[in-house]
């Protein structure tokens, strides 16, 4: 039992020690789940810790002081839409099989799988399979994105940097994934905002590069790029409508350029606020996951 391992019930510990002893914890790994894929066949899933969930940045309203006029900072159009995640990352565990075929080619990409999900959810992989036919495999399938990325991964010709791998992160939107927020399309849309490399965020500019330059993607509307204010962060937020309506944008994201993540916040527009509250939107979508 745990309790027989502590010194004292009511001992203490400095943040950062190794507990692994102490606790009797010995390996940590991934919760199986069970799924039922596109054949109907139920199998068991074990997430890809690699393929890591997009970091949460707070409300700026919680946080005031975050930005001051000395950061240089990248605001962007908040889409309101479902988060989405693709990559191509470092198996949790190597096969036989792919032992055997790295062994015979030394392709060190064999020990990488392309993996896609929501915000909180994955989806299904190579090693893994898919749940089935969905709103994130649909746009990923559109946009030839498992291709785009191997390659980019591929050409990039610099594996150790790579490392655990490169995530794209972004929101789908369009018609069917939030009530009265179709952004005038007729059919889905893919738009990035963030990639991770290796277990880091890259800056906005990297980021931008790789998403428009290198995979041939949409990235979120940019509205301002340099040093922050609280006039430049007012204009972007307060009065500004989906073009040809009277639905409010959601807000804005705004993100120092280094891509440091403890200067990352979102803004929301109050007429969104009241919009939102008038059309219950949140009790409406399928995609809040």
């Given at each position: 039992m745990y309790a027989e391992k502590l010194t004292h019930p009511k001992a203490k510990w400095a943040e950062g020690t190794d507990m692994m002893n102490l606790l009797g914890i010995f390996k940590w790994e991934p919760p199986v789940r069970v799924i039922q894929t596109s054949s109907g066949r139920k199998v068991k899933y074990k997430d890809n810790p690699n393929f890591h969930v997009y970091h949460k940045f707070p409300n700026l309203k919680n946080v005031q002081g975050m930005f001051t006029s000395e950061d240089l900072v990248d605001i962007s159009r908040k889409i309101h839409g479902t988060n989405a995640r693709y990559g191509i990352v470092k198996k949790h565990k190597i096969s036989f099989w792919d032992k055997v075929k790295k062994f015979f080619t030394n392709n060190p990409w064999i020990e990488y799988e392309y993996v896609y999900g929501s915000h909180n959810v994955e989806k299904g992989s190579d090693s893994q399979g898919y749940y089935g036919t969905d709103v994130w495999k649909e746009v990923a399938d559109k946009l030839d994105i498992k291709n785009k990325l191997w390659k980019y991964a591929k050409e990039s010709g610099m594996i150790e940097w790579i490392g655990e791998g490169i995530i794209i992160y972004g929101?789908?939107?369009?018609?069917?994934?939030?009530?009265?927020?179709?952004?005038?399309?007729?059919?889905?849309?893919?738009?990035?905002?963030?990639?991770?490399?290796?277990?880091?965020?890259?800056?906005?500019?990297?980021?931008?590069?790789?998403?428009?330059?290198?995979?041939?993607?949409?990235?979120?509307?940019?509205?301002?790029?340099?040093?922050?204010?609280?006039?430049?962060?007012?204009?972007?937020?307060?009065?500004?409508?989906?073009?040809?309506?009277?639905?409010?944008?959601?807000?804005?994201?705004?993100?120092?350029?280094?891509?440091?993540?403890?200067?990352?916040?979102?803004?929301?527009?109050?007429?969104?606020?009241?919009?939102?509250?008038?059309?219950?939107?949140?009790?409406?979508?399928?995609?809040?996951?």
């Open positions: 929101e789908i939107y369009g018609p069917g994934v939030q009530k009265n927020y179709d952004y005038g399309l007729k059919e889905l849309a893919f738009a990035g905002f963030d990639v991770k490399i290796d277990g880091e965020y890259c800056s906005t500019y990297e980021a931008w590069k790789i998403i428009t330059r290198e995979l041939e993607l949409e990235m979120v509307p940019g509205l301002y790029v340099g040093q922050w204010s609280q006039e430049v962060q007012d204009w972007y937020v307060f009065n500004n409508y989906i073009e040809g309506t009277k639905i409010p944008h959601e807000g804005v994201v705004i993100k120092h350029l280094s891509g440091d993540r403890h200067k990352v916040a979102k803004v929301i527009n109050p007429d969104y606020l009241i919009f939102n509250e008038k059309h219950s939107l949140d009790e409406q979508s399928e995609y809040n996951h």
